[in-house]
């Protein structure tokens, strides 16, 4: 059972509300327990407390099913998950990642997705218990992160 895969998505400095909302579709499909929204990732609501028309329009309401969480600081996040033995494996292209399909997951796990075009820095990555990125066989060097995101959370799941 998917549940029992107990995961969590960080999403860090994701600059689109497009990409953020179709994640938290993709998210509930596959059953992950919690999404936190770090740094400046946009919340399902503004800073008012209101809802956010353009998030919904793409989470489709998977923003009112989806459990989350936004914190500002993703190194204190990092901390916390790793004292209650929560794993962190970072979605990024690096010379020390591991090929996606090679990785082994032990749960719970949490996988880092960062920013759509300067990815996640240095310092996150040395806090990573692993990096994993999906090999690219074209002219471009990345995936949309919605895309990257959907990509690795089903082939992680083997859903």
Known sequence: MIKEKQIYLILHNIRSIQNVGAIFRTADAAGVSKIF???????????????????????????????????????????????????????????????????????????????????????ILNKSDKIAHIKMFGGKESLNVSVAAGIFIFRVLEI
């Open 37 to 123: 929204l770090t740094g400046y990732t946009p919340a399902p609501i503004d800073r008012f407390g209101r809802t956010r028309g353009d998030f919904a329009k793409t989470a489709l309401g998977a923003q009112n099913i989806m459990a989350w969480e936004s914190i500002n600081s993703i190194n204190f996040l990092i901390k916390r998950l790793k004292k209650e033995k929560i794993k962190i494996i970072a979605i990024e292209q690096s010379k020390n990642a591991i090929d996606y399909k090679k990785i082994k997951i032990k749960f719970p796990s949490a996988f880092i997705f960062g920013n759509e075009v300067r990815g996640l820095s240095k310092s």
